[in-house]
């Protein structure tokens, strides 16, 4: 059975250190719809071509071709013991179109796992991670239009696997470890 997982939590809640350790721990494929989007850019595929064009412009990818990307993705891994989706579903569309593909192989959605993080917590971490690695994506204004789209929109992805009884939610403040250790009790009770 694979084991497939999304991981949730608004920026900075640490969902890149946690699905890290999750990959090495279980052997997982990570599918990062972000990580996927600079490939296609940088490689000038026609899909890359599309989505810089919407990005140029100020508009949002929309679900048809972020989730044809997901699925060449998943197709170019077919010996994968599981995946770990991170930055995607981020609505309800999206999620019940990962359902159906995932389904359409045979598989699905394991469980989901929430990083439970307050906004003001956030706000700490990331100034932190901006002052070491200076990502470009943790300028202030444009942060803070993340967080806000997490918690207005992303956010009401939750009860839709909640309804699914595949939604666990774990505190993500505190020690990484502790975090973990919680994060992989829930992973094995799926299993």
Known sequence: MMLNLVLFGPPGAGKGTQSQKLIDRYQLVHISTGDIFRAHIANQTDL???VSKLIAAGELVPDS???AMLEEEIDKNPQAK???FDGFPRTVAQAEALDRFLESKG???TGVVALDVTEEELTVRI???KAVSNRADDDSEKLKKRIEEYFNKTIHVL???EKQGKLTK???IGDIEAIFEEIKGVVDGFQ
Request: charged share 15%.
């Open 48 to 50: 890359g071509q599309r």
């Open 65 to 67: 071709i972020t989730i």
């Open 82 to 84: 599981g995946f770990i």
């Open 107 to 109: 598989s699905g959605i």
């Open 127 to 129: 100034a932190k991670r």
């Open 159 to 161: 009860p839709y696997y």
């Open 170 to 172: 774990v505190n993500g």
